[in-house]
């Protein structure tokens, strides 16, 4: 019958570590590096360049999902603002004249 008082205080111990890290989780994710609103805001200030932007970059555009941001790199390169709507044929005429201001070639 010895097992059952040392089982019961390998519980407790358990159950008290298991509580520690519970109440030390803050609920906060990590920080990330340059993401963001405050990623985008620096992005969008500086213009976008259209042939040499990351996915992360395109993606602060408006209207740019990952998909579309990926569809963008793999039609580069791209001369002016028609030859972009006419290679990113679905959407691209849209997201010229939405991002005009902030796009560069």
Same mark, same amino acid.
């Given at each position: 019958m010895k097992r059952l008082p040392s089982l019961a205080l390998l519980v407790a111990l358990a159950a008290a570590g298991l509580a520690?890290?519970?109440?030390?989780?803050?609920?906060k994710a990590p920080a990330k590096p340059m993401t963001g609103m405050n990623h985008c805001a620096q992005v969008l200030n500086a213009k976008v360049n259209l042939n040499r932007a990351s996915l992360a970059d395109? /993606?602060?555009l408006k209207?740019?999902?990952?998909?579309?941001?990926?569809?963008?790199?793999?039609n580069r390169p791209f001369k002016d603002g028609n030859d972009?709507?006419?290679?990113i044929?679905?959407?691209?005429?849209?997201?010229w004249q939405?991002? /005009?201001?902030?796009?560069?070639f």
């Open positions: 520690g890290a519970q109440s030390s989780h803050t609920g395109l /993606q602060c209207g740019v999902s990952l998909t579309v941001a990926k569809d963008i790199v793999a972009f709507a006419r290679k044929e679905v959407i691209g005429h849209r997201l939405d991002n /005009q201001a902030s796009l560069t």
